[in-house]
């Protein structure tokens, strides 16, 4: 299984670090670590650029973050129409990873501020597509 | 001492469908740059084309200009970074001439957006940001500048009707630039009550699509002299890339790439933000331009709205930006834009400027971004 | 004397559909660039990152690849000459180490051209010439190539013997290639009654599309020494462009911007055709290989056929051409190409060629053409 | 008129040059040529790279060329699938100029050779487009 049916609209599919759409069927968001220099990727990578081994390992993502940044986008690109208005925003999370996606639509504008805690959490989406996105943590 | 210098800026007049081929656009560029040279065409040892592909219909590009303006056989190619294509031009022609392969080098930018339904464009879009793990949320190059703009705004207290009065500004020096597509000046409520496109930014926060060309002739400092009454010398060249994804970004309320570049150039230059005496700024976006007086060194971080509410950014101020209306009158024709910027900093430096000459002015700088804040690049010119 | 050499260079397995993503690709040449070399990736001052931008669905890879591979904040952009795109890679990165502006540049090469349906890549085919003038007749790459071969055949009795002797070769060295996606070896009787796609060239005198990337490190003399035990050194580069249009082309029996490229090339260099030890051409088509025999000088204009007919370009002939298979048996992953062929003669000259190592070979040649001839590139080498 | 019915499939529409359809429906293939410096240009450019100016006047291609190259194209990229076999041929007429055009169906391909004498004509083909072929001449 690739990216096919990740996200409103996917623009390619075939990546090594396709496990990502197993775990996240799965209920995990995961990233990935070196286990030779244990640094670690998201977005998740197959292969450590810093000591240039092509064996990572996966690992969820918990715990709690904190919203970095948001923006509520009225008009989406080609695909994205029916999505709109929705909120792109990011999330930092523990050991330096930080995440883009959307805030969940159970968050009402007026309770965003920077700041609040966040977790990311797979979301199924009702074509069948699969995503994660932020909910209050 | 700098030995390579620019001796010509062309670009057409930018609009929103200019109804010719790109072949024909590049060709008015062309023909402005080398206006007044003591050069005819057979003296240009090498073109450097710059667009966006996406926006082509034309596979390679830079055969088909080279083969119209006859700039063959001599060697052609593409060069892209996005929005700064024709500044990675000019780093690459400076190096091209500074280790010997070459002594006259042109560098052609252009974009017919208009060629793309408005549909497909909104696709090109979306394809932007990285494909796999963020263009599948609806990213977007708005949407980027707006999280930027937000986490300013959260830090530092900037607001929506500082970052209208960008526009105000730009909106004034536009109006009476006669290559801008956008020559309306506009108020600040003008400014505030147009469409919010994406939080915090409005229709009138960003800048537009359009279609142009422009064209910057480089060439060795001996020759240069030989060949034009005023070359422009190059100074200093920074060029820094960042992360693809917003996820990897690891300051929000600046640009790391325009602030490697511009400690590049600077170094380079031998020079100080202070001794800058007219720039131009990459203004996608009004929040765009707040962030690169700080990325620049013209403010301190978290200082930028003070400039444009002391209006020190107009001609007469103390460090002169846009003055020609910047992309957000002029329009964005993504792979023509920066060289546009290098020509209005050349006629400012000549003492040429037909709109809001900088009097004196003897040091300019030119900022250009690639996407959202994936490429950038800072550019020091001197009379 | 030369002060720029090439100190790493490596590629994927080159395939027909490569199953993973295109910065994954870009890594495993990376990785095999690399390899063996005293530096990390910090100690990349930039790269320059090489494809066709019709067959990606990513924008501006040049970020994306940057991103992967850790090479931010330094300096990251893109170059394109369709099938040469590396080549003109190599050059660039010549000259950025030549002028002083960088150290240590990476040129990264990549095609994945199984992204696309095969009708989307067909479609790409037709906007390959020019779209206003010469697309509209149905006007493909393999099309112009036969007609430069129907008027070679017409003047110096070139047969189709001749181009399929030249399959015979390539795939005789491709099938020990375990980089090469065609394996197989071809009989003369094989290709001769293979399909004929446009006269005179059948199915086997054309190469096959294909996934792939390639990857060559670039350094200053003096940091290049302290790196790699074996740098090699860039002796000479060049290039030059022909028209984009069939109409716009004065000779059809040989690609001028071949030509003139070598003419470039040698001088820079100051050796001749009969120095070259071992070369890679461009043998997009069994005649491209016969035409880059007599534009390099390896024959006399019309004698390119008796070369290959007296095998002279087998690896133990006078002049040993593609015994790496070339495109004809490796595919030809547009952007990845020249940087495969880098690879090739990089290994030769190390004494490293794990199939058909041509003995004591101290200068190779790179002839990289792209398009129908419009862009041509030679690089020479030296150990 | 642009060149949105030139040929088989469009490409591009807009051009400066786009005269050269309005005198290519009233039977006249043109090419240009600059009254300031004499240089003339097929295909047509509607600006002069020799002397730097955008005044042009264009003039018809007549008299016979004759056939340097040609090839007999089985397979065609997207939306030529019908025209296939088709014969794209190279054609060296008077005062330098070079075109590429299409050899007629008229011509047997047992009687094309080297150096053959040719004409070019407007051809109206049967969709309402319009495009230039060779002739024997
Ligand atoms: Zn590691
Ligand atoms: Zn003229």
Same mark, same amino acid.
């Given at each position: 299984?690739?990216?096919?049916?990740?996200?409103?609209?996917?623009?390619?599919?075939?990546?090594?670090?396709?496990?990502?759409?197993?775990?996240?069927?799965?209920?995990?968001?995961?990233?990935?670590?070196?286990?030779?220099?244990?640094? &670690?990727?998201?977005?998740?990578?197959?292969?450590?650029?810093?000591?240039?081994?092509?064996?990572?390992?996966?690992?969820?993502?918990?715990?709690?973050?904190?919203?970095?940044?948001?923006?509520?986008?009225?008009?989406?690109? &080609?695909?994205?129409?029916?999505?709109?208005?929705?909120?792109?925003?990011?999330?930092?999370?523990?050991?330096?990873?930080?995440?883009?996606?959307?805030?969940?639509?159970?968050?009402?504008? &007026?309770?965003?501020?920077?700041?609040?805690?966040?977790?990311?959490?797979?979301?199924?989406?009702?074509?069948?597509?699969?995503?994660?996105?932020?909910?209050?943590? | 001492?700098?030995?390579?210098?620019?001796?010509?800026?062309?670009?057409?007049?930018?609009?929103?469908? *200019?109804?010719?081929?790109?072949?024909?656009?590049?060709?008015?560029?062309?023909?402005?740059? /080398?206006?007044?040279?003591?050069?005819?065409?057979?003296?240009?040892?090498?073109?450097?084309?710059?667009?966006?592909?996406?926006?082509?219909?034309?596979?390679?590009?830079?055969?088909?200009?080279?083969?119209?303006?006859?700039?063959?056989?001599?060697?052609?190619?593409?060069?892209?970074?996005? *929005?700064?294509?024709?500044?990675?031009?000019?780093?690459?022609?400076?190096?091209?001439?500074?280790?010997?392969? #070459?002594?006259?080098?042109?560098?052609?930018?252009?974009?017919?957006?208009?060629?793309?339904?408005?549909?497909?464009?909104?696709?090109?879009?979306?394809?932007?940001?990285?494909?796999?793990?963020?263009?599948?949320?609806?990213?977007?190059?708005?949407?980027?500048?707006?999280?930027?703009?937000?986490? #300013?705004?959260?830090?530092?207290?900037?607001?929506?009707? #500082?970052?209208?009065?960008?526009?105000?500004?730009?909106?004034?020096?536009?109006?009476?630039?006669?290559?801008?597509?956008?020559?309306?000046?506009?108020?600040?409520?003008?400014? /505030?009550?147009?469409?919010?496109?994406?939080?915090?930014?409005?229709?009138?926060?960003? *800048?537009?699509?359009?279609?142009?060309?422009?064209?910057?002739?480089?060439?060795?400092?001996?020759?240069?002299?030989?060949?034009?009454?005023?070359?422009?010398?190059?100074?200093? /060249?920074?060029?820094?890339?960042?992360?693809?994804?917003?996820?990897?970004?690891?300051? /929000?309320?600046?640009?790391?790439?325009?602030?490697?570049?511009?400690?590049?150039?600077?170094?380079?230059?031998?020079?100080?933000?202070?001794?800058?005496?007219?720039?131009?700024? #990459?203004? *996608?976006?009004?929040?765009?331009?707040?962030?690169?007086?700080?990325?620049?060194?013209?403010?301190?971080?978290?200082?930028?709205?003070?400039?444009?509410?002391?209006?020190?950014?107009?001609?007469?101020?103390?460090?002169?930006?846009?003055?020609?209306?910047?992309?957000?009158?002029?329009?964005?024709?993504?792979?023509?834009?920066?060289?546009?910027?290098?020509?209005?900093?050349?006629?400012?430096?000549?003492?040429?400027?037909?709109?809001?000459?900088?009097?004196?002015?003897?040091?300019?700088?030119?900022?250009?971004?690639?996407?959202?804040?994936?490429?950038?690049?800072?550019?020091?010119?001197?009379?």
């Amino acid at each position: 299984m690739g990216f096919e049916n990740f996200g409103t609209v996917s623009f390619t599919t075939e990546a090594k670090a396709a496990d990502f759409i197993t775990y996240l069927e799965q209920g995990k968001v995961m990233a990935t670590r070196c286990p030779k220099c244990g640094v &670690s990727y998201f977005p998740p990578k197959a292969d450590c650029p810093s000591c240039l081994s092509g064996e990572v390992e996966w690992f969820e993502i918990k715990g709690k973050g904190k919203l970095a940044t948001y923006t509520i986008v009225n008009y989406g690109p &080609s695909g994205f129409e029916n999505d709109a208005p929705y909120i792109l925003a990011l999330g930092e999370f523990e050991g330096g990873i930080q995440i883009m996606a959307r805030l969940s639509k159970d968050i009402a504008s &007026s309770d965003i501020e920077a700041g609040m805690s966040l977790v990311v959490v797979p979301l199924k989406r009702p074509e069948g597509r699969i995503s994660y996105e932020f909910k209050k943590g | 001492m700098a030995d390579v210098a620019i001796v010509g800026a062309g670009q057409t007049v930018f609009s929103r469908s *200019c109804g010719v081929s790109i072949r024909e656009l590049a060709f008015d560029a062309f023909q402005e740059a /080398l206006e007044g040279l003591d050069i005819t065409t057979s003296d240009i040892d090498a073109s450097i084309i710059c667009s966006a592909p996406e926006y082509d219909k034309q596979r390679s590009p830079a055969g088909l200009i080279s083969e119209y303006l006859e700039l063959t056989p001599k060697p052609s190619f593409y060069v892209e970074t996005v *929005c700064s294509s024709s500044s990675t031009g000019l780093r690459v022609a400076w190096s091209l001439v500074k280790s010997g392969l #070459h002594k006259v080098v042109a560098v052609i930018g252009f974009q017919k957006m208009s060629e793309l339904s408005s549909r497909d464009a909104a696709e090109r879009m979306g394809r932007g940001a990285d494909i796999i793990w963020e263009s599948p949320f609806g990213l977007t190059m708005p949407a980027g500048y707006a999280m930027y703009a937000r986490a #300013h705004m959260d830090k530092y207290g900037t607001t929506e009707e #500082h970052l209208a009065k960008v526009r105000v500004k730009n909106s004034h020096y536009g109006a009476t630039n006669p290559k801008a597509n956008y020559r309306k000046e506009l108020s600040l409520e003008d400014i /505030l009550k147009s469409d919010m496109i994406t939080t915090p930014l409005k229709k009138f926060d960003c *800048c537009a699509n359009a279609d142009g060309a422009s064209c910057v002739i480089v060439a060795r400092g001996d020759v240069a002299k030989g060949i034009s009454e005023k070359p422009i010398w190059v100074m200093g /060249l920074g060029a820094a890339t960042d992360t693809m994804t917003m996820a990897g970004r690891k300051q /929000l309320t600046g640009l790391q790439c325009a602030q490697e570049a511009a400690r590049q150039a600077y170094k380079m230059a031998g020079v100080k933000p202070q001794d800058i005496d007219v720039a131009e700024v #990459h203004d *996608c976006f009004t929040v765009s331009e707040i962030l690169a007086y700080e990325d620049l060194g013209f403010a301190k971080p978290g200082e930028g709205a003070g400039l444009i509410e002391d209006k020190e950014t107009y001609a007469d101020g103390k460090i002169p930006v846009n003055v020609d209306g910047g992309l957000l009158s002029k329009g964005h024709p993504i792979g023509a834009t920066g060289g546009s910027q290098i020509r209005t900093i050349v006629r400012q430096l000549r003492g040429q400027a037909t709109e809001a000459q900088v009097k004196g002015a003897e040091i300019g700088l030119v900022h250009n971004i690639g996407g959202i804040g994936q490429y950038g690049n800072v550019t020091i010119l001197r009379r």
